[in-house]
Structure formats: structure tokens, C-alpha cells
């Protein structure tokens, strides 16, 4: 029987995208319950949630963040409301494919307890188009780079959005980076605790910052900061 999936969705200011990637995972043909939470959207995201709870689909829950307290916070939020066996995160801005996590479900169902989508394994790599070698390409090199060279690992994509694991792998790990140093202090918090990072080549359609990209520079900086100090404190 195919584990049951919690889709963990913080979303702010993706107006845009926001009921089409909503949408898309509900679509999934696997048994799932998905919990967004609005992270104190200032545009028209919260009208959007509240006009699809109307619908009252029993898979769909919505949380409302009184404000902005970053991606991590949003997570940990919405982890509190998961009931399902696994759980994975997903992003509210149409960058990643869902349909992916057939597959990376599938490998937790073999006996992974966590498994992260890449986008720059040498599969993944024939799947996508990067586009142009920006400052986002370089800070996805180099935070895989960075964590190999700490932890002793052979991780391809250290910084991607889709990390499944195990509800009962995550609530193990003391989170506490509320912004997108999230990503990198749940990775060495697994690594330090004897977890094995599973891979599995997923489809991503990368968007600039003219199209809402919000991740940049100074949160890839604050990632090499997090992976540096999480190889030596918890």
C-alpha cells in the first residue's frame, strides 16, 4: 500500500501561480492531504486560498500566518498539521514538477527514510535547461559543493525545494531557521543524526527574479553560513 503523502506548501506573494501548482498536486493520482500556508501574503494570494476553500476539498487544508516569518517558519507549520506517513515540501511558484513525487514516494516506499529531488545530477541535467549560467546557477553549485566538502557526502542538489522524508525522520531533527536556511540546516541535522540522502533526478523550469524569483545572493550566503555552522553545533 503506497504511504500516504503531506504536501508541506508555504507560499507569499504567488498570486500568479499559486492555484495552478494547487491544483497540479491535487491531481496526483497517490493517496495525499496538501497544507498550505499563506506566509502573511501582501498581494492577492490570501483572496485566492480563500476562494478555493470554498470548495471544501477534504485533501486541502489552509493556514493562515498572522505575518511574514519566512519559508522555514511556514514549514514547520505546516508540519504540525501533517498526518500523513511522509511528507515533502513544495513550493508555490511552478518551478518543479509534482508528477515527481510518484517516483522519490516510491523509493521512501522501498526504505529510504529520505529522499531529495535533483535538478543537477547528470540525468537531471539532460531533463532541464538551466538557462543562463546566472547568480542562481552558481549558488545551486555551490551549496552541494560546500556540503560535500563538510559532511562527507555526494550530494548533486543540496538546495532543492523537493525533500521527502519520512514524517517520523523529520519530526526526529530540532528545526529552528525560520527563513530559506531551512533547506540547509535540515540537511546536516539528517547527515549529523545517520540519515542517508537518496537522489532522484526531477524536472524544474527555473523563473528570474523578473518573474518573482525571490531567493538570491544573500540567502545563498546565509546557506554556506548554515551548512558551516550546523557541521559543529545542533
Not at 12 to 29: G, K
Not at 33 to 39: A, F, G, R
Not at 128 to 153: I, M, Q, S, V
Not at 197 to 224: C, F, M, N, S
Request: glycine letters at 4%; hydrophobic letters at 40%; one cysteine or more.
Amino acid at each position: 500500500m503506497t504511504p500516504r503523502l503531506s504536501v508541506l506548501m508555504p507560499v507569499y506573494n504567488e498570486e500568479a501561480t499559486v492555484e495552478r501548482i494547487i491544483a497540479a498536486v491535487l491531481a496526483l493520482p497517490i493517496p495525499l492531504e496538501l497544507i498550505v500556508v499563506d506566509d502573511g501574503s501582501t498581494d492577492d494570494t490570501r483572496r485566492r486560498l480563500q476562494a478555493l476553500e470554498t470548495a471544501h476539498d477534504p485533501h486541502l487544508k489552509i493556514v493562515y500566518a498572522p505575518q511574514n516569518a519566512g519559508k522555514g517558519a511556514a514549514i514547520r507549520l505546516a508540519l504540525a498539521q501533517a498526518t500523513g506517513d511522509v511528507v515533502v515540501i513544495q513550493d508555490a511558484d511552478c518551478e518543479y514538477d509534482p508528477r515527481d513525487f510518484v517516483p522519490m514516494l516510491a523509493r521512501i516506499d522501498s526504505g529510504a527514510a529520505i529522499v531529495y529531488g535533483t535538478r543537477l545530477s547528470r540525468t537531471a541535467s539532460r531533463l532541464n535547461d538551466e538557462g543562463p549560467r546566472d547568480k542562481f546557477y552558481y549558488a545551486r553549485r555551490l551549496l552541494p559543493w560546500l556540503t560535500n566538502l563538510l559532511f562527507g557526502t555526494q550530494i548533486t542538489d543540496e538546495a532543492t525545494c523537493y525533500k521527502m522524508f519520512r514524517r517520523s525522520a523529520l519530526e526526529s531533527i530540532p528545526l529552528r531557521c525560520a527563513k530559506f536556511d531551512f533547506c540547509p540546516e535540515v540537511t546536516a541535522k539528517a547527515i549529523k543524526r545517520g540519515y542517508k540522502i537518496y537522489e532522484l533526478p526531477i524536472h524544474y523550469h527555473p523563473r528570474t527574479e523578473a518573474q518573482g524569483k525571490k531567493i538570491g545572493w544573500r540567502d545563498a550566503v546565509d546557506a554556506a553560513w548554515a551548512l558551516l555552522k550546523f557541521r559543529f553545533l545542533d
